[in-house]
């Protein structure tokens, strides 16, 4: 690094809805507790291409908002009062800066931040009500960084996100027992990151079910003892013939369909979990009888918090979680729209889409 900072930088900047563009656009400055970033890895998310076309409550308005959420670059400038961290560290973000005086945030609930979309209270929540990573340069709190272990690339440190937002989900339901039995319900970036979690955490059966081959593919080679394509079988009678009719432990529900919430309570055996992780898309009818007489649980999860990124990076670095196999393709910035509808359309059976703003 050369220590000169530009007073400009290339930007993906939302000027409407579906209507991204590559700009020139003010380098941010770092304010008390914050510091400067040069963005080296931003991986699009699923969320992302849904701010774009649909907008999100609270974020900056039209030509002036930056999205992306999952990125990860280098310190190149320290705000008032930074001491923890110094120019050069490796850093990788979590989204969720909570305002820290709400009840929730006091409560250590911060990605529910009661000023969720309040600038002016402190809240932040990057990439979606302050700009994000779709840029040259972005402004973090240092209440969202983590250092990158030497031996993690800034791409795979760009889905530590992804990692740690299956963690917290497992948090929240109560974590997972050595030697439990778990299914995974959608083989997406979050499903496939789950399966690692459980795996490493000690779970000794894992069934993988989805609609598409090459996705479940890629989670045998991750570790799946079973994958089950549910075009082709009854996925929760394959549940239950893999346990020997009994279901599963803990089911991790990562895809958001109607369907698969309503069979995430028919896999798990009588008092089994259930972790909601997708972003539902539809009201799943549910059999809320089984779930109340078979003591059930079951806990939901938004995006990634409890210090779960810290543990996340720590199991890629120890090569219990892997990264690579789910990084298939890469753009510069000024492709973001292509990297974009590579990502949205899975084109070349894209999983996940990098975006590289310092190429």
Not at 68 to 74: F, I, L
Request: proline share 5%; glycine share 12%; charged share 20%.
């Amino acid at each position: 690094m050369n220590g000169i900072i530009p007073t400009t930088m290339n930007a993906a900047v939302l000027h409407g809805l579906n209507d991204l563009r590559f700009q020139e656009f003010p380098v941010p400055e770092p304010g008390p507790l914050e510091v400067l970033l040069k963005i080296q890895a931003v991986a699009i998310c699923g969320t992302d291409p849904t701010v774009i076309s649909k907008g999100w409550t609270g974020m900056p308005a039209f030509g002036n908002f930056i999205p992306g959420h999952e990125y990860s670059g280098e310190i190149v400038k320290l705000g008032p009062n930074v001491s923890q961290f110094k120019v050069g560290d490796r850093v990788a973000i979590e989204t969720h800066h909570g305002c820290g005086h709400c009840m929730n945030c006091k409560r250590g609930k911060y990605t529910i931040c009661l000023n969720y979309g309040k600038p002016e209270t402190g809240h932040r929540h990057y990439g979606f009500t302050t700009n994000g990573g779709y840029a040259q340069y972005a402004v973090n709190h240092i209440s969202t960084l983590y250092r990158i272990p030497d031996n993690v690339s800034y791409d795979e440190a760009a889905l530590v996100t992804t990692a740690a937002c299956a963690h917290f989900a497992l948090d929240n339901i109560g974590g997972l027992m050595g030697g439990e039995t778990v299914a995974v319900l959608g083989p997406g970036p979050i499903g496939l990151m789950a399966l690692q979690l459980v795996k490493a955490l000690g779970a000794s059966k894992v069934i993988l079910t989805g609609t598409r081959d090459e996705r479940l593919n890629v989670g045998e080679k991750l570790g799946a003892d079973r994958t089950v394509n549910v075009n082709n079988e009854d996925a929760v009678k394959a549940v239950k013939d893999f346990t020997n009719g009994m279901g599963v432990d803990l089911v991790v529900e990562c895809s958001g369909s109607p369907e698969a919430v309503a069979q995430a309570i028919e896999m798990a055996a009588r008092g089994g979990r259930l972790s909601l992780i997708g972003d539902p898309h539809g009201l799943a009818t549910i059999n809320l009888r089984r779930f109340v007489l078979d003591d059930m649980r079951a806990a939901g999860v938004r995006g990634e918090g409890n210090g779960d990124c810290a543990r996340s990076l720590a199991l890629i670095s120890d090569g219990k979680v892997q990264c690579k196999p789910l990084i298939t393709h890469h753009f510069p910035l000024e492709k973001i729209n292509e990297g974009i509808d590579t990502f949205v359309q899975r084109k070349g059976g894209a999983i996940k889409v990098v975006i590289q703003p310092n190429l």
